[in-house]
């Protein structure tokens, strides 16, 4: 099946500092990636969509200058968290939807990466 | 709005028990309903996944199925395993983007 990375898989820093991930499509092109954020105990949340050489849309509540997105190539999209607070800790997920699946249109399979966690200290 | 709920949010049985877990969705103009797993500190793991014009879907010991007309879904585990511990995650795709997720069953299971 299709692989989806992500890189780092865990990352510590200090607050005020920026944090970039990256999320990967391996064996296939996609032409949209998304980005969910988990905190502890709780189920995960869509942030935003990321569309290949365009800009990602956010969800309600979400700091698009804070939590930047950019979508460079059909397999790698990267979020990079801004002036990181202890509040951003989290567990940041991704996943990518393969570009040209069969199948009508809205069944297409998402992949999901492994996930990063996120701990600003 | 979507909304999924999953029922219950924790259960712990012995091994070898069958168990269900539930997962009802407010909307039932959905595109597919998936279950993963997701194991502590982990990603996430595809389990199942049923289109809207499915019923069911099997894959080993794991069914699930769906009732779109009813917004739920169930995922049956036959001869559980302590390997089988974990959290248990309904999403529903409601659009060709949006994905909604359940709030998780976490599982234990007992030698």
């Known amino acids: 099946g299709a692989v989806v990375s992500q890189h780092p898989s865990r990352v510590i820093c200090k607050s005020g500092t920026s944090v970039k991930i990256e999320c990967r499509s391996l064996d296939f092109q996609a032409t949209t990636m998304f980005w969910y954020r988990q905190f502890p105990k709780q189920s995960l949340m869509l942030m935003a969509t990321?569309?290949?050489?365009?800009?990602?849309?956010?969800e309600q509540g979400v700091e698009k200058d804070k939590f930047l997105i950019n979508h460079a190539s059909l397999t790698l999209s990267t979020l990079t968290v801004t002036s990181a607070h202890p509040e951003d800790s989290s567990f940041y997920i991704c996943s990518a939807r393969e570009l040209g699946t069969s199948g009508a249109r809205g069944q297409e399979t998402q992949y999901f990466g492994p996930g990063t966690r996120l701990l600003v200290l | 709005k979507q909304e999924v709920t999953q029922i219950p949010a924790a259960l712990s049985v012995p091994e070898g028990e069958n168990l269900v877990l539930n997962c009802s969705f407010t909307?039932?103009?959905?595109?597919?309903l998936q279950w993963f797993r997701q194991d502590p500190g982990k990603g996430l793991t595809s389990l199942l996944l049923i289109q809207s014009s499915q019923r069911e879907q099997t894959s080993g010991r794991l069914n699930a199925s769906l009732d779109k007309s009813s917004g739920r879904s169930t995922l049956y585990i036959a001869a559980s395993q302590p390997g089988d511990s974990a959290t248990y995650l309904c999403a529903v795709k409601t659009s060709y983007d949006k994905v909604i997720f359940g709030p998780g069953t976490s599982l234990s299971v007992i030698p």
């Open positions: 990321s569309n290949e050489g365009s800009k990602a849309t956010y």
């Open positions: 909307d039932s103009a959905i595109y597919n």
